[in-house]
T-cell receptor, first 112, second 115 residues
Framework: DQQVKQNSPSLSVQEGRISILNCDYTNSMFDYFLWYKKYPAEGPTFLISISSIKDKNEDGRFTVFLNKSAKHLSLHIVPSQPGDSAVYFCAASKVTGNQFYFGTGTSLTVIP | DAGITQSPRHKVTETGTPVTLRCHQTENHRYMYWYRQDPGHGLRLIHYSYGVKDTDKGEVSDGYSVSRSKTEDFLLTLESATSSQTSVYFC??????????????FGPGTRLTVT
């Protein structure tokens, strides 16, 4: 059973606008979350993380928001650039755990 | 970029043959992982290692075995390949922080086709 879900397989956004990628999880024990970006024929690369003691973490154009009560996190990219076009995976774990559980990914296309 | 290599990068094999994929790291990270990526499933953990000779199963471990005899190498073996094991395989490494688990860094992947 999928413990981390990304319900939007794809998203298209105009260059310069905001991209919002969503992720839901079912396991209330998860307390550490990450976003990865993946280009074709490459391995995923780490983007940004957030622990459950925070509800927001920012790194440049990327911001992750965590809503623990809704078991929901989102990644905001502002402004979106064509180079952001990739598949984005969210992942979740327990801080004291050894395993990460990944969502199925959202393919983002930023239109110039 | 983290120093992670995977070999081979591409492989075509026949059903029933054994296959071994290799992951090599130069970062001296304690944890190493094997994932497979399939359409509609994202990344699923096969096995992981938390030290030399210390390994554990992930969510899709059936049909796979692993070995780690040195910190830098983590091998994934398909004892008798099946068509359902056609996939892209990724190795990842991580070094837990004092607070606990931390981000993983991925290798470039191995595309395996079982005919």
């Amino acid at each position: 059973d999928q413990q981390v879900k990304q319900n939007s397989p794809s998203l298209s956004v105009q260059e310069g606008r905001i991209s919002i990628l969503n992720c839901d999880y079912t396991n209330s024990m998860f307390d550490y979350f990450l976003w990865y970006k993946k280009y074709p024929a490459e391995g995923p690369t780490f983007l940004i993380s957030i622990s459950s003691i925070k509800d927001k973490n920012e790194d440049g154009r990327f911001t992750v928001f965590l809503n623990k009560s809704a078991k929901h996190l989102s990644l905001h990219i502002v402004p979106s650039q064509p180079g952001d076009s990739a598949v984005y995976f969210c992942a979740a774990s327990k801080v004291t755990g050894n395993q990460f559980y990944f969502g199925t990914g959202t393919s983002l296309t930023v239109i110039p | 970029d983290a120093g992670i290599t995977q070999s081979p990068r591409h492989k075509v094999t026949e059903t029933g043959t054994p296959v071994t994929l290799r992951c090599h790291q130069t970062e001296n990270h304690r944890y190493m992982y094997w994932y497979r990526q399939d359409p509609g499933h994202g990344l699923r953990l096969i096995h992981y290692s938390y030290g030399v000779k210390d390994t554990d199963k992930g969510e899709v471990s059936d049909g796979y075995s692993v070995s780690r005899s040195k910190t830098e190498d983590f091998l994934l073996t398909l004892e008798s390949a099946t068509s359902s094991q056609t996939s892209v395989y990724f190795c990842a490494i991580s070094e837990p922080s004092l607070a606990g688990v931390s981000e993983q860094y991925f290798g470039p992947g191995t595309r395996l086709t079982v005919t």
